[in-house]
């Protein structure tokens, strides 16, 4: 991590000597690129069939997940050894939390809100996105450690 601050900070430095719109570009996304190789994500979410990719990289190896329902069972044939749900909206296990997508996505998000800073800001996400929010009324999964 202090590495990763360290480096990021000399590029950003050297960025005020790049003239141009593409060069600058290409020095910003350089720079963010090598800050989020050394930032560890607290929660990795998952919406719809990018489940599918969090598999193929073998991050949900030792994790219970969900996708989007119509490809669950191709998920399923595909990642035989994964414990993949299908009667939920959304599975969080561990840092990971998968959702089955679409419209849906939503109760993932706002599950997460509220993990994170509680029920009252996840009920005001969802009047301003006027949806009704209630946790236990949500099929999801939550995997205790």
Known sequence: M????????????ALQYVTSFWGFSIAVFFIMS?????RP????????????????????SNSVSTTFPND?????EIFPDLDIRKEVFFVHDGKYITSA??????????????????????QSLADGLVIEWDLETVPHLIIED
């Open 72 to 76: 669950i069972d191709k998920m399923r």
């Open 41 to 60: 994500a607290l929660f990795i979410t998952s919406h719809c069939d990018r489940a599918f990719v969090l598999a193929k990289v073998g991050l949900l």
């Open 101 to 122: 997508g679409g419209a849906k996505s939503f109760e993932a998000t706002l599950y997460l809100c509220e993990f994170l800073y509680g029920k009252e800001i996840a």
């Open 2 to 13: 202090v590495r990763s601050l360290f480096t990021t900070g000399l590029l950003f430095i």
């Open 34 to 38: 090598i800050a989020d190789m050394f």
